[in-house]
């Protein structure tokens, strides 16, 4: 088992700039691919961006592609997502997720745990 706790959510205006981190406990942090996804009311949870477990390989959803940034520390079992030139369509519940499968998941069932979210709600 793996828990996933999440932080870092809240309330910013447009083009402001917040960091999400998520904590791992249980099984190596370090044997997992980490990504991120978010849920706006109403629709369907989407990808985000994810990290290989080296942290060497990233890849990025076209929507926030130059202006979100994952990282990982395995050594602090953390995984992190800066935001940056935040627009109100990214407002959502942003959850992370780990996934013991190859490669780098982009889609929901691909990964084995979930943390409960946090919310970004960006203001106009």
């Known amino acids: 088992q793996v828990q996933l706790v999440e932080s870092g959510g809240g309330l910013v205006q447009a083009g402001g700039s917040l960091r999400l981190s998520c904590v791992a406990s249980g099984r190596t942090f370090s044997g997992y691919v980490m990504g991120w996804f978010r849920q706006a009311p109403g629709k369907e949870r989407e990808f985000v961006t994810a990290?290989?477990?080296?942290?060497?390989?990233?890849y990025y959803a076209d929507s926030v592609k130059g202006r979100f940034t994952i990282s990982r520390d395995n050594a602090k079992n953390t995984v992190y997502v800066q935001m940056n030139s935040l627009k109100t369509e990214d407002t959502a519940a942003y959850f992370c997720?780990?996934?013991?499968?190859?490669?780098?998941?982009?889609?929901?069932?691909?990964?084995?745990?979930w943390g409960q979210g946090t919310q970004v709600t960006v203001s106009s």
């Open positions: 990290v290989s477990r080296s942290g060497s390989s990233t």
């Open positions: 997720a780990a996934g013991a499968g190859v490669g780098l998941l982009l889609s929901t069932a691909q990964y084995n745990y």
